[in-house]
């Protein structure tokens, strides 16, 4: 990382967003609501899929427990891809592409199979999450803060099926 923010900081500012984001909440609803992003997509989802089919929305059990709709952690969703960019303007890193270098000397410069990549990625990942009733967001951060036994048995399976999967994909670097 060339011009990047210290991983501490970046590590103290996330730790302050949870605390505020249960703090908020609580104010606001009477209980915490903890950080995390997968419910955002099934809310989102639920908008799409009410715009096509309402009585689909209407009648589906899921929904009900999950109303579709824009709240605070849609706006995290969206937030944290502009964060992101605005950081990287800020450190001068923004190189637009179509393909990163690292993917590209793996896998070759094909854009359309790097957008099936995180298309089948991308879908994986919300799938995993939606199924175990949280995204690593949720289990990890909010789960682990509160000393959860869960949140630290499901951090450790993300870094031991983590570490090897990227050890696989893309190799050691020198």
Same mark, same amino acid.
């Given at each position: 990382?060339?011009?990047?923010?210290s991983p501490?900081?970046?590590?103290?500012?996330?730790?302050?967003?949870?605390?505020?984001?249960?703090?908020?909440?609580?104010?606001?609803?009477?209980?915490?609501?903890?950080?995390?992003?997968?419910?955002?997509?099934?809310?989102?989802?639920?908008?799409?899929?009410?715009?096509?089919?309402?009585?689909?929305?209407?009648?589906?059990?899921?929904?009900?427990?999950?109303?579709?709709?824009?709240?605070?952690?849609?706006?995290?969703?969206?937030?944290?891809?502009? +964060?992101?960019? @605005? !950081?990287? %303007?800020?450190? $001068?890193?923004? *190189?637009?592409?179509?393909?990163?270098?690292?993917?590209?000397?793996?896998?070759?410069?094909?854009?359309?199979?790097?957008?099936?990549?995180?298309?089948?990625?991308?879908?994986?990942?919300?799938?995993?999450?939606?199924?175990?009733?949280?995204?690593?967001?949720?289990?990890?951060?909010?789960?682990?803060?509160?000393l959860a036994?869960?949140?630290?048995?499901?951090?450790?399976?993300?870094?031991?099926? +983590?570490?090897? @999967? !990227?050890? %696989?994909l893309y $190799?050691?670097? *020198?």
């Open positions: 990382m060339r011009n990047g923010w501490y900081l970046g590590g103290a500012l996330t730790g302050l967003l949870l605390v505020l984001s249960v703090l908020v909440t609580y104010q606001l609803f009477g209980h915490p609501r903890y950080l995390g992003t997968s419910t955002a997509y099934v809310k989102v989802a639920g908008l799409i899929e009410k715009a096509v089919s309402p009585t689909a929305v209407e009648t589906n059990a899921y929904y009900q427990k999950k109303k579709p709709g824009i709240d605070w952690k849609v706006m995290l969703v969206l937030g944290v891809p502009l +964060g992101a960019f @605005l !950081a990287a %303007i800020r450190n $001068g890193e923004f *190189r637009p592409r179509w393909v990163p270098g690292v993917w590209r000397e793996r896998f070759g410069t094909s854009p359309a199979v790097r957008a099936l990549g995180a298309f089948v990625g991308g879908f994986l990942l919300i799938y995993g999450a939606r199924l175990a009733g949280g995204c690593p967001s949720g289990h990890g951060l909010s789960g682990m803060s509160q036994v869960s949140a630290f048995i499901v951090v450790a399976g993300f870094f031991a099926g +983590g570490i090897p @999967l !990227a050890l %696989i $190799g050691r670097r *020198r």
